[in-house]
């Protein structure tokens, strides 16, 4: 299911880019990064604060405020509850687009797939399952020098039941 989501938001970007390069010139940006996960709501509840792990590939074109970018992330996060090893998985495949505000500072947004794979252990009995949603997030970003950037948003994933909600802070590198 991952394969397919990542395979269907690639081809998207492809087509809005290719329109795009065919109007005026732009380029093509990218970034990797990583932080810390916060998990909100009844998540939050559930599991402890985790880590996570990000890239994005996109393009943006010239002489424009916006980018447009295919966004991909894991998280992990592990149970609270004493005495149950337990843990969860989130794999995040987003369309976002950033609007540059200012020369250092960009607003974002975007919609896509959250996939929550868990693990549980209780004694000798082991359970897995798997879920998977549509996904809103929203945030700020600001680049700290010429590469670096600092990112913190919100993600929200309309799983059955309550909402599986994450705030992930990442740092990482533009190229």
Request: no cysteine; aromatic share 8%; net charge positive.
């Amino acid at each position: 299911m991952r394969k397919i989501i990542l395979l269907g938001a690639t081809l998207g970007l492809l087509a809005t880019v290719s329109s795009a390069s065919a109007q005026s010139s732009g380029s093509w940006i990218g970034s990797l990064g990583g932080g810390v996960t916060l998990p909100t709501g009844k998540f939050g509840d559930a599991v402890k604060t985790g880590w996570h792990g990000a890239a994005t590939l996109g393009y943006k074109p010239a002489a424009s405020k916006w980018e447009w970018l295919l966004d991909a992330s894991y998280h992990h996060h592990v149970n609270k509850v004493p005495n149950i090893d337990a843990s969860s998985s989130l794999w995040i495949a987003m369309g976002r687009a950033n609007y540059w505000a200012g020369s250092n500072l960009y607003v974002l947004g975007g919609a896509g797939m959250m996939r929550d794979e868990s693990k549980t252990k209780v004694g000798s009995v082991s359970t897995t399952g798997s879920v998977t949603a549509l996904a809103v997030t929203g945030g700020l970003g600001y680049v700290l020098g010429k590469n670096i950037f600092l990112e913190g948003r919100l993600i929200d994933g309309f799983t059955k039941g309550a909402s599986t909600v994450i705030v992930p802070i990442t740092i990482g590198i533009r190229f």
